[in-house]
Every structure is written in C-alpha cells, then in structure tokens.
C-alpha cells in the first residue's frame, strides 16, 4: 500500500493516477474539509480529466483520511515555498510531514519526496528527521526524491507522458519506485542520485524563468522605443537556432516563480544571471500598473474603477491563483494606496475580492478599459464583446484595431 501524503494540486492527481493503475493508495491530508469533500465524491479543484480520473480511482478502492497510515511506501507531496528574504527554500511542510511518517512507519519503509526542494534540502533537513526518530538511513528507513513533472491544466496528460527522475541512495530502492512509477508513466524514468534529481528540476524551471524574463525584457525595451516586439520575436524566430518567447504580465504558479529562488538563495554570489530573471519576471506585474496609469491618460480616463482586470488566475483555463501577476498587481496597487481596479475570472467562484465580478457581461457593462492579463478560452471565443473598449492586451491575442500592449 502507498500512503500519498499531502492532497493538493500535485499529491490529489498522483494518488488517484496510481490508485487507477491498481496500485492500493490510501491519500492523507491534514484539511478536514478537503478529506471530507473528496469522500462526499467530489474533487477539490478543476483540471482537464481530473473527474474521470478520481472516478476510476474510487472505482479500484481509493480511501481518503486524515491520518496517516502504517505501511511500507509513502509519497510526500506537499508545499515548499520559500522565504522571500533569504531566498532559501522553506521546508517546514516536508519537515512535518517526514515528522508524522516517521511516528507511524514500519522498518524498511521506504519515503518518497516529490515536493520540488533545493539541491541538498534532503541532506540538511530529512535526514536529520529520520535520526531524530532513531532510525538507520539506508536500513530502517529509505529515501527517495521523485519531483513532480506536471502542470496545471494538463496534469492527468503529463502524468501519464512526461519523463521522471528517481533519486536514491541505493540502486536497488530506485528501481523499486521506478517500478511503482511506471505503473502509469509511459515516459522514460531516470534512476540517479538524491542530490542530482533535487537539483535537476530546480534547473528545469530556472532555464524556463530565465528565457520567459528575456522576452519581458525585451518587451520593456521595445516600449521604451515604441518598438512592435511580437513582429520583432516574430522574425527573430524565423531563424533555425533562436526560439524566443512571448512576454507576458510576470509569472505565476508554485514552480518558475518560485523554484529558481531556491538557487538564488543558496548560491548568492553565483547565481546573478538567475537572480536578475527573477526581478525582471517580479518587476512585470508593476509594469503592467504603470502601462494601465499610462493608457488611462492617454485616453482620457479619470475613473481607475471603470478598469477592469480580467483573470485572477496564473495561467490559462485552470482555476490555480497561486503566484498569479493579477494577485501581485493588485498587492502592488494596495502598496501604493491606490485600490478600485475591477476583477473577473471565469475559473474563480468563489468571492475573494471586493470589486470581483462572475459574470462577464456584467464585469464588461461596468468597465471602459479591461486589461487581458490571462488567456483563458472564453476572451479569445467573445473579442467582438471588446470592440466599444480601450483594451491592453498582455499576452497579443486581441485582433481588434488599437489594441494597446505591454
């Protein structure tokens, strides 16, 4: 039996992606709500097959709990953030999770980390906690780190496809889980070390973060001059050896906006390229304010509440605010004692904000100006609802004349 800990946007879909493979899954989470909700027959977020998938999983026997279990596999998927003033990863929620495993486990355990953590996490604060409780490492108790692959939005898709990194510290351990994995994962699954997998996907996300804050920049110095830069990415990209991205309004979600930190954190004096991607991709969201104040000018607008933001969410069609550019654009507004910006997202239900709309005829009779700051299906399927407002478009979707962008 695996004991999936922790029943959130990564550890929910793993669980239920095994338990409908076959493989016995009891999935653990602290929430009483959330365990309860999924034991009512209902999921806790929205994602593209994510209903089927906990159907098939109820299906095969799946059981949700609040407790952890006894037993000789355990999946540790919870949350790492990291301290926004050292840049260092915050492990306390693996710590307390490794904590409650080791209270409850077997000898000959073995522990799996799929929370992304920064290379050595495993050796400074893991390790330690499996002493602590007077286990051998490598005996008793058995390590493992397994980060997560997937998405929001095509979580059920890269499950099943994407490749996967298993680091242990036996070989024979590896191959143990790997087979666990390939359950389900048609990809190709890497055996390697803990500390090379721990550092392998904080580098995945980092290489992404650096190339989305060159296409910010250069958006940047596009404005400066009154420079097009989507014909400018257009063309350069027409090259065989260059493939630049779209800039956006920042970067959100709990992996490029805040992986890449993790390596800031723990090599400041080496990391620079790094650290300055990250400040650039953080700076988008204030720039964005800035171009909103700028085209209100322009066109004559006084009423920063006859503004409307649409999007709340950190990317397209998913229902996932984490790190959203939305959120840090309205926490800048609030710094500079400004408030009065509407908001509206399709994908967010349930009221959060004092201006939020949930209909978007309603939030579109109420604005003059709308700002694009997420793609979701629905602006792309209704443009022709815009056409009597001044528009800023952060992500070049909008084919309408005198469209503003970034």
């Known amino acids: 039996m695996v004991n999936v800990i922790g029943l959130g946007y990564i550890g929910l879909p793993t669980a239920l992606m095994m338990a409908s493979h076959g493989v016995e899954v009891i999935g653990t989470d602290y929430n009483e709500k959330l365990v309860a909700t999924l034991n009512a027959g209902k999921t806790t977020f929205k994602e593209n097959g994510l209903e089927n998938l906990f159907q098939q999983a109820v299906e095969m026997g799946i059981q949700f709990t ?48 799929e929370s992304t953590v920064s290379p050595g996490t495993m050796d400074r604060y893991i390790r330690p906690v499996v002493k602590e409780y007077g286990f051998v490492i490598g005996e008793d108790i058995h390590l493992v780190h397994a980060p997560e692959r997937i998405i929001p939005g095509n979580m059920v898709y890269e499950l099943l496809h994407n490749n996967r990194t298993i680091g242990a510290d036996n070989r024979e351990i590896g191959e143990k889980i790997k087979t666990l994995y390939a359950s389900f994962c048609q990809g190709s699954i890497v055996v390697t070390d ?54 956006g309004p920042g970067v959100g ?64 069609n998913v229902d996932d605010m984490r790190e959203s550019p939305t959120l840090q654009l309205l926490q800048s507004q609030a710094r500079h004692l400004a408030s009065g910006l509407k908001v509206y997202d399709p994908f967010i239900t349930e009221d959060i904000f004092k201006n939020q709309y949930h209909d978007l005829n309603t939030f579109l009779a109420d604005i003059d100006m709308i700002v694009i700051m997420v793609k979701h299906a629905e602006i792309r399927e209704n443009t022709d609802l815009l056409a009597d407002k001044v528009v800023l478009d952060c992500h070049n979707i909008i084919d309408l004349p005198g469209v503003y962008h970034i």
């Open 66 to 113: 609040t407790e952890y279990q006894k037993t000789d596999t355990y999946i540790v998927s919870v949350p790492t953030p990291y301290d926004k003033f050292s840049k260092k990863v915050d492990p306390r929620y693996v710590v307390a999770a490794v904590k409650d495993v080791m209270k409850v486990c077997q000898k000959g355990a073995i522990v799996v980390v």
């Open 253 to 316: 979600g709990h992996c490029i906006s805040v992986d890449p930190w993790f390596l800031v954190g723990d090599y400041p004096s080496l990391a620079r390229v790094i650290d300055e991607s990250m400040r650039t991709n953080d700076g988008m969201p204030d720039f964005v304010l800035n171009r909103i104040y700028e085209i209100m000018k322009t066109e004559g607008l006084e009423d920063i509440t006859r503004v409307g933001l649409y999007g709340l969410t950190y990317k397209e």
């Open 194 to 247: 803990i500390r090379t997998a721990e550092m392998t996907k904080v580098v995945e996300n980092t290489f992404r973060a650096v190339n989305i804050a060159f296409a910010n920049e250069l958006a940047k110095i596009c404005r400066h001059d009154n420079m097009d830069v989507y014909e400018i990415i257009r063309i350069c990209n027409m090259h065989p050896r260059v493939n630049i991205l779209q800039p």
